[in-house]
């Protein structure tokens, strides 16, 4: 129940694409949801995120949508740059974070290919 | 410069010699975590503090110890490591607090240390 589950492992787009990660929970008592992009060699920094009062984040080409009846949410990459080449986490928590402790999927590779 | 620092960043060691992994925040965190990162497993929390003397274990806490005597330290102690125990290490602090006394609890990681057991 306090498993994430992120997908794909991996994804390759073109320049100018749209890169699309899925993650979904079981715990309904989940009440944060950030994104956290991770470059090699550095610690993952975080992206975006957002609480199950709302659909929709949008900041920037990136955007979460979030499907509390479905448990799942998604990060959507516009315009996809290889400077976004990175690994993304998606994470779940409950107390809206404030505990500090964070649950995070398996992490999806993406590369942008020029 | 507000950072999360950890030293050492690169530590080859042998099954059994204790060592320790410090992590130092200079933004006044009440929150800090230690996290591990394996191929294809992802972050797992090992322990996190939400203040001085205040520790919780987090997904993965066997075979390690933490202590949080200062506010701005919090360090990973490996009293008999395990070659199971060879990972990228990360620390992590966070405040209910963002600029603009926004609400904010984004987690700030230090740059990691990858640990080697032989």
């Known amino acids: 129940q306090q498993q994430v589950k992120q997908s794909p492992q991996s994804l390759i787009v073109q320049k100018g694409g749209i890169s699309i990660i899925n993650c979904a929970y079981e715990n309904t008592a989940f009440d944060y949801f950030p994104w956290y992009q991770q470059f090699p060699g550095k610690g993952p920094a975080l992206l975006i995120a957002i609480r199950p009062d709302v659909s929709e984040k949008k900041e920037g080409r990136f955007t979460i949508s979030f499907n509390k009846s479905a448990k799942q949410f998604s990060l959507h990459i516009m315009d996809s740059q290889p400077g976004d080449s990175a690994t993304y986490f998606c994470?779940?928590?409950?107390?809206?974070?404030?505990?500090?402790?964070?649950?995070f999927g398996k992490g999806t590779k993406l590369s942008v290919k020029p | 410069e507000a950072q999360v620092t950890q030293n050492p960043r690169y530590l080859i060691t042998v099954t059994g010699k204790k060592l320790t992994v410090t992590c130092s925040q200079n933004?006044?965190?009440?929150?800090m975590s230690w996290y591990r990162q394996d191929p294809g497993l992802g972050l797992r929390q090992i322990y996190y503090?939400?203040?001085?003397?205040v520790t919780d274990k987090g997904d993965v806490p066997e075979g390690y110890k933490v202590s949080r005597k200062e506010k701005r330290n919090f360090p990973l102690i490996l009293e008999s490591p395990s070659p199971n125990q060879t990972s990228l290490y990360f620390c992590?602090?966070?405040?209910?607090w963002g600029p603009g006394q926004v609400l904010s609890y984004e987690q700030y990681f230090g740059p990691g240390t990858r640990l080697t057991v032989t």
């Open positions: 994470a779940a928590s409950l107390y809206g974070g404030s505990q500090g402790n964070l649950i």
């Open positions: 992590a602090s966070s405040s209910g």
């Open positions: 503090s939400m203040n001085v003397e």
């Open positions: 933004m006044n965190h009440e929150y």
